[in-house]
DNA sequence: ACCCAGGGTCATA
DNA sequence: TATGACCATGGG
């Protein structure tokens, strides 16, 4: 598919995004304090429900654990324990460690502010346990670049949608709609966030349809 | 007793 | 490139 017709343009997404704003309002997001406590939950997230997070993130806290000395000082069975709540947590306290040496090795947070996206977003993604997504997570929520962040929600809204099959490769999606936008941080920051709060309420494997904002536009609705 | 959640890595073909 | 196994808790 190429794109003199592309299935996704910028009238159609600008119209999804106006739906669910009015339908749900401003999100806000991320939901953490600093660049760090972002950071950290976009790992602790992966494939893990967000109240199972806050939890871990709690406990890291109340433990005192919760900068990048200090997570690099602590054992991996005492970070492990401290997250458990967030599941998967003996590979999540290597990737939390992981990640903090990683920090400490570019020099901070400060270090990483001065790269340009597309180096940035390279040396995230050579650090092990940080993915496309969670990549693109810390890109647009820690270091507010303009990245369309692409989840298995955008997936399912917008095949269900009708506007992309869903299967495509994570950069293929990603490029499609970064390609249909203007690149403007502060809008793919509340799309994304809307596209999360939507697939909760409506957009689930078993959709609920009923008062769905997108129904009318939707090839699934039953 | 299932199914699923704001993924990623690794082995295999 | 594309599947499949594995990681693991907590809520519906």
């Known amino acids: 598919m190429n794109n003199n017709n ?7 997404l600008m119209m999804f995004f106006q739906t669910l704003l009015d339908a749900y309002g401003a999100q806000e997001w991320w939901p953490g304090e600093t660049t760090f406590e972002v950071i950290i939950g976009a790992i602790l997230t992966q494939n893990t429900a967000w109240p199972n997070v806050e939890k871990a993130i709690k406990n890291l806290k109340r433990a005192d654990i919760f900068s990048e000395a200090a997570l ?6 005492e970070v492990a324990q401290l997250i458990r709540p967030s599941g998967y947590f003996n590979i999540k306290a290597t990737r939390l460690k992981t990640f903090c040496t990683f920090l400490q090795q570019q020099g901070g947070e400060q270090a990483l502010r001065q790269l340009e996206t597309t180096a940035l977003r390279k040396l995230l993604l050579s650090v092990k346990g940080i993915g ?21 929600y ?11 099959a869903g299967g495509e490769p994570y ?3 990603r490029a499609e709609f970064e390609l249909a936008l203007e ?10 966030a809307l596209i999360v709060c939507h697939a909760k309420r409506f957009c689930k494997s078993k959709p609920t349809c009923i008062d769905c904002p997108l129904k009318s536009l939707c090839t699934i609705p039953e």
Not at 72 to 77: F, G, R, W
Not at 140 to 150: E, G, K, S, T
Not at 154 to 164: A, C, E, H
């Open 132 to 152: 496309p997504e969670t990549a693109d997570d810390i890109l647009l929520y820690a270091f507010q670049r303009p990245v369309f962040v692409i989840d298995a």
């Open 6 to 12: 592309p299935m996704l343009n910028k009238s159609d």
């Open 154 to 164: 955008t997936r399912r809204i917008f095949s269900r949608l009708g506007k992309v």
């Open 171 to 173: 950069e293929e999606l």
């Open 183 to 192: 690149p403007d941080s502060a809008l793919f920051n509340e799309y994304h």
């Open 72 to 77: 690099l000082v602590a054992s991996h069975d």
